[in-house]
């Protein structure tokens, strides 16, 4: 059902936050503030709106604003953790800003010197952006039907979109649409404009609360200083590709910190089968061997997204072909690890805490159906592929979101 009602297009007023030290601090803070909610969020797939406003309220959503315009500007690697450290306790709450961080590069990339001006100053202020970009229909996640015409100093935007991620909490809701030239534009609007619905209609059995349903455009229109020229983002080398990719792989990591955290509780719970000659399940051999394999794991997962940051790092400052593709390499490698590992931890919770660990009062069930549902958003599966085709023939990947 539509849900256009209850979101305000001015927040209170955020803290700032100044370095990247205070924002790994304060994402810790809130996420251990969250954790007697997580399961009732994901039962309930909703987000209660305190929660919502206190998380923007923290500042976190604005670490990324560049210093020049007051914000940290944090690495990102710091970024990445910040958005593990979420997930962590709840991976809807930690996805819902992960689409803002890479609405608030896009401004960064392709905005006006006026455009950021006027939206970095509302991201310090505690505003929520959330994602209208893919669709349903198409042939490929690429294809764009949404369709943007230029009327005098407005434009009309028109269109259907799904997987839009946040948008049910948002105060900004940026569309992206193709022009009379076939060129992608994205087109802030606000929410609650006339010709814009957001249908909460997201039905996943994991990631239930992001709100990553439709959102339709019927004759929107919006000031044309609103649109930028998103397609120079890809059509230049820039860190865009690399840098939504950091951030996603950041909620698997999340959910593998959180899957293991858990198993540890869950193992120390537990009984120790029979044949084991043990009297406690953390003695028992076979499990430590689990148990360890999933902490070397984590640590090398751990290690490569901060290796992936420092080439997102390095690349920002001038972007060109080879470090650009040399900062995707780097998140590819820690992509397929984060991905592999939130499917395993959240399996051998389950295996390792026994029957028991099933309960539905426990509902930890939840890690695994989290980790299934969002690895699916891009095929990690083509990442060795791309990786291999790296080292051995020197081939640059291809530039767009998913790389």
Known sequence: MASDTAVTSAPTRARVIASDAEA??????????????????????????????AFS???????????????????????????????AVEPSLGQIPQNHYCLVEDIRLSGTEEQKSFFFELVLAGARFANAFSEAGGK??????????????????TGRKFYSTGSAYAHWIPVLAVDDEGLEKLVFAERGSDGLTVV???????????????????????????VFP????????????????LTTLAIDLGIARG???????????????????????????????????????????????????????????AADERNVAAASIAVARAKVLTTELALEASSRLLELGGTRSTLGAKALDRYWRNARVHTLHDPVRWKPVIVGDYVLNGTLPARHSWI
Do not use: C
């Open 259 to 317: 899957a293991i955290r858990e198993t540890h509780d869950a193992v120390r719970a537990a009984r120790p089968w029979i044949d084991s000659g043990v009297d406690s399940a953390s003695k028992d051999p076979l499990t430590l061997e689990r148990v360890g394999r999933l902490d070397i794991d984590l640590a090398a997962a751990e290690a490569l997204t901060e290796k992936a940051g420092e080439a997102v790092d390095a690349a920002k400052p």
């Open 140 to 157: 490929n996640v690429a294809e764009i039907q949404t369709r943007l015409v230029a009327d005098g100093d407005e434009v009309v935007v």
């Open 230 to 245: 998103m397609h120079t983002e890809y059509e230049n080398p820039t860190i865009a590709g690399p840098f939504a990719q």
């Open 24 to 53: 790994r601090a304060v994402a810790r803070d809130f996420a251990e503030s969250v954790r007697p909610y997580a399961a009732q969020i994901d039962a309930e797939r909703r987000i209660p709106d305190e929660v919502v406003d």
């Open 200 to 226: 909460d209609d997201w039905s996943a059995f994991g990631q239930r609360a992001t709100s990553s349903g439709t959102v339709l455009l019927e004759g929107l229109r919006v000031p044309a200083d609103r």
């Open 57 to 87: 309220g923290t500042g976190l959503w604005a670490i990324t604003v560049p210093r020049a315009f007051g914000g940290a500007e944090v690495s990102h690697a710091t970024l990445a953790d910040v958005i593990a450290t979420v997930s």
